[in-house]
T-cell receptor, first 112, second 112 residues
């Protein structure tokens, strides 16, 4: 049972344009959502997060949107840069001890 | 701070052999997580500990998998006997109990 789903395995974007990565979840008990970025041969690193009491959180070029009624969140990167090329994982928290449930990941490629 | 340290970074073994993966969490972090990354399921939680106590091992795929945390600075994930389908990247992550997990660089396991 995949409680967090990223339905797009990959996304290709031109440098300078917007990248939009999507994530859906099924568990209404999730109350905190995160995005992680992963480069090859490295561990995932934290990028940005949002609490369920908000619908938007912005950090520089990165903005996360949360639509609780649709159980959907998205990550916007504007403008996209070649260095943003990586695998992006969305994650959700619904229990104690910081346990996170991750999606399958989306490979983002930003072309110069 | 050296971050979360995992060893070995790469392990190639033959089917039936025992595999032991090691993790040193960040000092002061009281939660430790073992994840496995596969193409199909993304980042899959295997087990997590809080204050060295296993809290949830429901993600451990079979009895062939076991994990221990004998003290706050060390954890192991053991597979015995290993099978080709265990081939994956195994990540260890730690957290101070907040929402953000810090991951190690991962251990890439190949079982022939």
């Amino acid at each position: 049972d995949q409680q967090v789903k990223q339905n797009s395995p990959s996304l290709s974007v031109q440098e300078g344009r917007i990248s939009i990565l999507n994530c859906d979840y099924t568990n209404s008990m999730f109350d905190y959502f995160l995005w992680y970025k992963k480069y090859p041969a490295e561990g995932p690193t934290f990028l940005i997060s949002i609490s369920s009491i908000k619908d938007k959180n912005e950090d520089g070029r990165f903005t996360v949107f949360l639509n609780k009624s649709a159980k959907h969140l998205s990550l916007h990167i504007v403008p996209s840069q070649p260095g943003d090329s990586a695998v992006y994982f969305c994650a959700s928290r619904g229990t104690s001890y910081g346990k996170l449930t991750f999606g399958q990941g989306t490979i983002l490629t930003v072309h110069p | 701070d050296a971050g979360v340290i995992q060893s070995p970074r790469h392990e190639v073994t033959e089917m039936g052999q025992e595999v032991t993966l090691r993790c040193k969490p960040i000092s002061g972090h009281n939660s430790l997580f073992w994840y496995r990354q596969t193409m199909m399921r993304g980042l899959e939680l295997l087990i997590y500990f809080n204050n060295n106590v296993p809290i949830d091992d429901s993600g451990m795929p079979e009895d062939r998998f076991s994990a221990k945390m004998p003290n706050a600075s060390f954890s192991t994930l053991k597979i015995q006997p290993s099978e080709p389908r265990d081939s994956a990247v195994y990540f260890c992550a730690s957290s101070p109990g907040a929402n953000v997990l810090t991951f190690g660089a991962g251990s890439r396991l190949t079982v022939l």
